[in-house]
């Protein structure tokens, strides 16, 4: 988990939107080429899901995570 990880899933838990890489990184100030990369890490983790292409949405996992209620290195298991 890297500290744009934690920013992608704050960004999105406090919209309660899909967003896009681009609109995330028009908030967050990171590329979308690395947003992308990092979006895709967290599908691969079950903290975000690709609703369609180029968009997403935090799961329960997601909140769980920015809860404390699930620690990164469980994650990276």
Do not use: F, W
């Amino acid at each position: 988990m890297t500290q744009a990880d934690d920013r992608i899933l704050e960004t999105l838990a406090d919209s309660d939107l899909i967003l896009s890489p681009r609109v995330l990184s028009a908030n967050i100030d990171y590329s979308r080429h690395y947003l992308s990369t990092r979006l895709g890490k967290l599908c691969d983790a079950g903290l975000v899901d690709r609703i369609d292409e180029g968009l997403y949405r935090i799961t329960d996992r997601g909140h769980a995570y920015l809860e404390g209620k699930l620690e990164a290195d469980e994650i990276e298991k």
